[in-house]
Each structure stands twice: as C-alpha cells, then as structure tokens.
C-alpha cells in the first residue's frame, strides 16, 4: 500500500532506491548479496586441486552458473522495474528466464549423483536432462505469457506463473521424491538411496518457498503493516536463498558419499553433451524473451498492459 517509488524512475534513480528504504529495498539485497555467496562458492570449488580436471565434478560447476545468475537477474528485476511499464515486464522476463535456466542447472547434478540406483542408465535417466531442458522452454514461455492476462484476470495469471514453477521443481526432484519413498520408514541403513539431512533442508525450503508466494502471507491479515519490511516476497527470496544453499550441500554429500559406488557403474554424461544442451537451452530461452520482448514493444501505450493504474494508486494513496 506504500513504498513505491515513482513508475518512470531513472536507471540511477533505481541504483539509488537500493539504498533508500521502499518497498523493493530488501527485495534487492536478499538476492544481491546471495549472488556473491554463490559465486564465491563456485569460485572456491572450481579453485580446488584437480577439481576441474576430473570430469565427475562438472555437473556441479554447471548447476552453480545458474545458481548464480538467478538471484542476480532478480536483483536487477526488482532494481530496474520502476524505470517504465515495459521496462519492468521485460526485467522480469529475463528474470523467469534465469529461474527457468536454474532448473535446468539442477538437472545435471541429480543426475550424475543423486538417480536411484534402480534408475541408473534407464530410459527416464537418459532423458532425464534433455526433458529438464524442454521444461525451461515450458518455464520461461509460460512464466512470461502469464504477466499479460496479470489485469484483466490475476487469478489466472498467478496460476499460470505458480504451474510454471511448481512444474519444473517437482520434475527435477523426482529422483529424490523415489529415493525418499524407497527409504520411508525403514528403521535401518538403506544404502547408497539414504538422503543427507541437507536435502530434507531443501525440500522444506522449496516448499515453504511455494507457500509463500501463493498465499501472499502475512500481508494479506494486515495490509499495510509489511510494505517494507517482513512482507511474502521478501519471505520468499530468503526462503529460496536458503533452500538453493542447502541444495548445493546436499548435492554435494551425494556427489562425496557415492562416488566409489558410481565409479563401478557407466561413465557419466560427457562435457560436450553436458555444454551442447546447456548451451541450446540459454539460446532456446533468450529466443522465447525476445519473442515476448518484441511482442510488448509492438504493443500500444494504451494497452491495459501497459498502464501504471495500480501502482500510480498506491503512490498516490501513500501521498494522500
């Protein structure tokens, strides 16, 4: 209801709202900072004696790329979006675009080191990867459509962009789903399908994560009371930085504790192939922006969505 900041900001306006109280302020910095943890991260494991050198450790460098360009594009999203009507649709376009890359980038490490061993080489192993990457497509593509009925049906769009996201994650934990079941109320050791306390960790966040961004809590009990600190979004960031940290960790317990046991089994994917479908992937999701970039810029100044009504409101209530 308050906090916004003019809808027709400067960039440097919006570099400079970063460190000026609104309601975006802790939006920014939950997921700026992250992006400096994540990149250090990669850097220290990339960095480590013979790490990139053995080809069993690569899947990990490729989920971490996006791990760090996801919280980044949303900081941009969320500092640039005042800047104009088209500008803020196409922030968050590429910013569901990173998030549809990040989902792919989980793909590859579960499936060199978390598939269940009755999985392993099977036909949903094989095509585990490339249909994670047709899954970004379906991501990004849904994801962006969703803003353009955001007016006339909100209840729509906030399906169509939860399915968007809800989709992905349950396909990327699928291996985890079965490995979970499998090990479900055993009260003894079950093997190389047992899960590390970090991914129970990352399954909670998720979910939490989910949660918070379809219920729109606490706000909604008390509007005006978490404009601009402790509302959903903010909530949601945190939850999401936390569950993607405990998520590299639970990956990595998987890829140390089952590396003796994988070495017995095939060879894992191969760099190029791994490369070749990462990289048609961010090709595939940049052509899909473009189309919906290309489609708001041809749009005309007086399409619904296009106007400022809402948030032109709520500066004005905030003044009044």
């Not at 991260?41 to 080809?55: H, M």
């Not at 640039?80 to 569901?96: G, K």
């Not at 095939?266 to 479908?277: H, I, N």
Request: charged share 10%.
């Amino acid at each position: 209801m308050s906090g916004y900041r003019r809808p027709t900001s400067s960039a440097l306006d919006c570099v400079l709202s970063s460190f000026q109280m609104t309601n975006e302020t802790v939006n920014i910095w939950t997921h700026f900072l992250p992006t400096w943890y994540f990149l250090w991260r990669l850097l220290v494991l990339a960095g480590g004696p013979g790490f990139r050198a053995e080809p069993y450790h690569w899947p990990l460098l490729v989920f971490l790329l996006p791990a760090c360009l996801y919280p980044f594009a949303s900081c941009c999203a969320h500092t640039f979006s005042s800047m104009s009507p088209r500008a803020r649709h196409i922030c968050y376009f590429l910013d569901y675009g990173a998030l549809s890359l990040y989902s792919l980038g989980c793909a590859f490490p579960y499936a060199a080191y978390s598939m269940p061993a009755s999985w392993l080489h099977g036909r949903l192993h094989q095509l585990f990867v490339p249909a994670a990457a047709l899954n970004s497509f379906l991501c990004t593509g849904l994801s962006c459509y969703s803003r353009f009925p955001e007016l006339e049906s909100p209840g729509l769009s906030k399906v169509l962009r939860t399915a968007a996201f809800a989709y992905p994650f349950l396909f990327d934990n699928l291996p985890l789903f079965y490995r979970l079941g499998l090990c479900w109320g055993r009260g003894h050791s079950c093997g190389q399908e047992m899960l590390s306390t970090s991914h129970g960790y990352h399954l909670f966040c998720a979910l939490l994560t989910g949660f918070l961004f379809a219920s729109h809590l606490p706000e909604r009990l008390a509007p005006g009371r978490f404009d601009y600190i402790g509302h959903s979004h903010q909530l949601f960031h945190i939850c999401a930085v936390l569950g993607t940290h405990f998520q590299l960790e639970a990956v990595l317990a998987d890829m140390r504790s089952r590396q003796a046991w994988l070495a017995t089994q095939e060879p894992p994917l191969d760099l190029v192939g791994t490369v070749a479908t990462l990289g048609l992937a961010v090709a595939g999701n940049l052509l899909i922006i473009a189309a919906f970039t290309a489609s708001l810029l041809r749009a005309p100044g007086t399409c619904p969505l296009l106007q400022d009504g809402q948030l032109e409101g709520g500066t004005q209530a905030k003044q009044q």
